[in-house]
């Protein structure tokens, strides 16, 4: 089947089912196995009320956090990576959600213009970056150039591996200068991810998310393994390394992403209960974690 219609494959009998988006049933066999795939270590999602009541602690903490940083005159700078439908933007928007908007916000480029194809290549990216004092949160990244555009075909093998050459000393740049840099990847598992953009193509408040490069996606997943890999294993580093997690329950995403950035930073009036320590099985950095999808 073409990207527009759909994905054929197998269900866990080994039995053959057709996956077809344009279909509003979605296919039992991706519904019933979407939360588990990639070997997704939790059978259930975590409950609303203990989500709520974490995400609150977290956010107060997140309000000590951004003081620190204005006091301090540090530049917090995030990027949040992952397949389409990983979640990046639903956990930016917590993130940012009870944070003053006036010294954080987040970061989405469009494809680049005729002047910024013509541009040093990170260029675009640096524009955005905080002043002292301020937090930056990018939904999707410089990776671009080592991902979408790798596997789209938008950029020469040339031109991603130099990108994947340099990004290690780019990245330790900003280190050495000061900033306070975390840089995460969202795994999900195949089936979550068609049963996402499913939503997405039948619910008219999402049909706007689902694009011609995420319904590609669909019959491209192994070209994005490979640009993935090809990612964790070049361009994780010891001062910039890749935090991986496994984002099939987004509750549990998005309290973990938050929960990391707080149990690794330093500040005043820090709550060490409310923070908690991040739940190893969904986040976590290392070859272990690059094997997570």
């Known amino acids: 089947m073409s990207s527009k219609n759909g994905k054929s494959g197998k269900d866990k009998a080994g039995k053959p089912y057709a996956f077809d988006i344009g279909n509003p049933e979605l296919p039992e066999e991706i519904a019933e196995h979407a939360l588990t795939s990639g070997g997704y270590p939790y059978d259930e999602e975590l409950k609303k009320k203990v989500y709520s009541e974490q995400l609150a602690d977290l956010q107060l903490e997140l309000l000590k956090l951004q003081a620190h940083i204005e006091d301090k005159a540090i530049r917090f700078l995030a990027l949040f990576e992952g397949r389409d439908a990983s979640g ?115 619910d008219p408040f999402k049909r706007w998310k689902i694009t011609d490069v995420d319904l590609a996606a669909i019959d491209k997943w192994s070209d994005y393994t490979r640009a993935q890999d090809d990612i964790f294993k070049r361009t994780s580093s010891k001062l910039a390394p890749w935090i991986i997690v496994r984002a099939n329950d987004q509750r549990r995403a998005r309290l973990e992403t938050i929960r990391w950035v707080l149990f690794h930073s330093d500040y005043a009036g820090k709550d060490a209960r409310a923070v908690g320590e991040p739940d190893a099985n969904i986040v976590g950095t290392g070859p272990t974690y690059f094997k997570a999808d």
């Not at 916000?105 to 675009?124: I, T």
């Not at 080592?146 to 290690?168: I, K, N």
């Open 88 to 202: 990046k933007g639903s956990c930016i928007s917590r993130f940012l959600e009870r944070l003053n908007p006036r010294h954080a916000r987040s970061v989405a480029l469009s494809k680049p213009n005729e002047v910024e194809r013509g541009e040093w290549y990170f260029q675009r990216y640096v524009r955005h970056f905080p002043t002292a004092g301020d937090m930056v949160l990018f939904d999707r990244s410089w990776y671009n150039r080592a991902g979408v555009e790798r596997v789209m075909g938008f950029c020469t093998p040339a031109q991603t591996e130099a990108f994947l050459r340099d990004v290690p000393d780019f990245e330790a740049l900003l280190v050495r200068d000061g900033f306070a840099f975390f840089k995460f990847y969202l795994v999900i598992g195949r089936d979550m991810q068609l049963m996402r953009f499913h939503e997405r193509r039948h």
